[in-house]
């Protein structure tokens, strides 16, 4: 009978089945110890476990370090002349205001960060070229005399004074000009001449001339204006009527034109109908405003000459001309040469960065610049 070996088969089948059943619940159990093991939060989370977050994504503790100090930005510096960024160096130095006939050979004039034109008594006129760099210049020039009006608005822009003597025949007393004023009259080796008349200097022998005169080239203090600059971040200033070209009769010998040039944002200067050109460099001679002030003159007669003087030291009206287009404006000025230039309203003239120009003429001339 084969009852006995059929229940043995039937007991292995179990067995076998009960083995297999036993190993694959022992495997699951340990995949899933396994993946709670790897799921458990590392020490950064586990001190995160209320919700907090790590921003370092690290889990150290930065509350005992020093926060990073911020960089400062780089300091900027502006020539105190033309309201234009600059370096350091040329921020603080004393311009240097030479005299010039603007009828001769020019040179070194289109360095000029302000210049100021004045009439005289033959009808011819006298330019004051006022700069904050001029060591790297080879050629300054022709120099002229000076006068007391032209030697106050020297000073009253801070320079120092750079000119062959003086031909004043009128006395100034109130006019104090010591330690900024450079007489290359009185102090030789330090000019040449050529073609017998026309005087020149250079960057060199001026830096060596006040060195060896004791003057300071430091600017103490950034020199007063009589307007303030446009912010940078503002727009442009601009006046009511059109200015292309301007034209300023001094006297029937002597005209000064300037003509805007759109591109450069500038207007570039003519003499009697020719173009004046920096032969340094051959540069045009362009700035970016023109200020035209009628100021009350006189002319002292005296046994052997006369003399124009210009009161630039009173007040009038005049124009504000920039970017194409002009307004009117007012100007006034101390005995101490203090100047000061306002709007028709009354409020202190804005105007915008850059070279400028002044131009005095007689109060009887008002009828003698034209715009177009």
Partial sequence: MNTPKT???A????FFLVAVTLICAFGFAANGWQSDTNNEPD???ADNVNGETDENKDGSDDTDKTPEEPI??????????TGLETNEHSSIKKPLAFVMNPLAPLYGISSADLAIEFPIEDGTTRLLSISQDTANLGKIGSLAPTRGYISNLAKYFGSVLVSTGSDDTVRYDSFDLSGSSFNLSENSGYHYTEYTHFVYT???LISAGLANSGISSVQLSSPALPYKFVDIEDSPVKGETVAISVA???SEASSTEFYYNSTENSYTLTKGGAEKKDLLNDKEVAFENLFILFADSITYEGKDASELVMNTSGSGEGYYVTGGTC???LWSADVSGNMIFKTESGEILTVNRGTSYIGFLKASRTDDVKFS
């Avoid at 007991?11 to 179990?14: E, H, K, N, S, V």
Wanted: charged share 20%; aromatic share 14%.
């Fill in 248 to 250: 300023l009769t001094f």
């Fill in 11 to 14: 007991r292995l089948i179990a």
């Fill in 202 to 204: 250079n960057g060199d």
């Fill in 72 to 81: 400062a930005p780089e300091p900027k510096f502006y020539n105190p002349l």
């Fill in 43 to 45: 020490s950064g989370e």
């Fill in 327 to 329: 307004m009117k404006i």
């Fill in 7 to 9: 229940n043995s088969y």
